[in-house]
C-alpha cells in the first residue's frame, strides 16, 4: 500500500470523520495553490509571446527596412509591436481576474500590482517603440 506524505496508507480509512474533513479541506487548499502557481506560469508565459511579437516586429523593419513603398515596412512593424502590448494587457487582466477568484493557502502569491506594472510597462513601452519607429529616420528626427 503506497504511504502518503501524511503518513496513512491510501487505503486506510480515517479514525474519525473530522479527520477525513481535514484532509479534504487540506488538498483543497493545496489545489488552489497550485492553481495560482499555474496561473502565474501561463501569465509568464503570454509576456513572453509579447516581447516575442515585440521581437518579430522590430525584425521585421530591421531586415526590410529598405523596402518599397518605405511605409509597408512600418506599417507590418507596428501590427506586430501593438499585438505584443494587446497580449501584455490581456494576459494581465485574465491574471488579476484569476487572482481575484482564488486564495492563497500555504504559498504568497505574486501581488496583482506587479502584473499590472509589468504589462502596462510592455505596454507603454511599445507604444514609444512604435513612435520612435514613425518618427525617426536613420537616427534623426524625420522633416
Request: include cysteine; aromatic fraction near 10%.
Amino acid at each position: 500500500m503506497p504511504v502518503h506524505c501524511f503518513g496513512m496508507a491510501q487505503d486506510d480509512p480515517p479514525d474519525n470523520s473530522d479527520k477525513s474533513t481535514e484532509w479534504a479541506e487540506l488538498r483543497t487548499d493545496l489545489a488552489e495553490d497550485r492553481n495560482i502557481m499555474a496561473m502565474e506560469r501561463t501569465f509568464a508565459g503570454w509576456m513572453r509571446t509579447a516581447f516575442a511579437a515585440i521581437g518579430i516586429g522590430l525584425g521585421f523593419k530591421a531586415v526590410f527596412g529598405a523596402f518599397d513603398p518605405p511605409w509597408l515596412a512600418k506599417a507590418i512593424a507596428t501590427v506586430f509591436i501593438l499585438a505584443g502590448a494587446w497580449l501584455a494587457i490581456t494576459a494581465q487582466k485574465r491574471a488579476c481576474r484569476t487572482l481575484e477568484r482564488l486564495e492563497t493557502h500555504k504559498f504568497e502569491a505574486i501581488s496583482t500590482p506587479n502584473f499590472r506594472v509589468l504589462a502596462y510597462s510592455v505596454a507603454a513601452g511599445s507604444v514609444l517603440l512604435i513612435a520612435g519607429l514613425w518618427i525617426l529616420n536613420d537616427g534623426a528626427i524625420a522633416p
